[in-house]
């Protein structure tokens, strides 16, 4: 028998397609409500995570640029009295 393009789209038959997804549902149905979760809860603790990383990526930055300032203000300077006393020779 050949297979139609829905089937090979969906991988088996549209009726078993359609029983799992709904045996799924349920199973997941019932473990949210056991939690108390919501489709928006999810969606918030996703868009709470995505901003967490955004702001611990850009402190992160920050801390770079400053560990680089430190840095600079005693190798800048050696830098320069080096290069001032090779400039003599």
């Not at 789209?9 to 108390?36: E, N, Q, T």
Request: glycine share 6%.
């Amino acid at each position: 028998m050949p297979v139609s393009a829905l089937t090979r789209f969906l991988g088996d038959s549209p009726l078993r397609v359609i029983i799992k997804l709904v045996i799924v549902s349920l199973i997941v149905g019932f473990v949210m409500s056991a939690f108390h979760w919501s489709p928006w809860d999810i969606f918030y603790a996703l868009r709470d995570t995505v901003l967490h990383l955004w702001n611990m990526g850009f402190d992160a930055l920050g801390r770079f640029a400053s560990y680089i300032l430190l840095g600079a203000a005693v190798v800048i300077p050696a830098f320069v009295i080096l290069r001032l006393l090779s400039y003599r020779r």
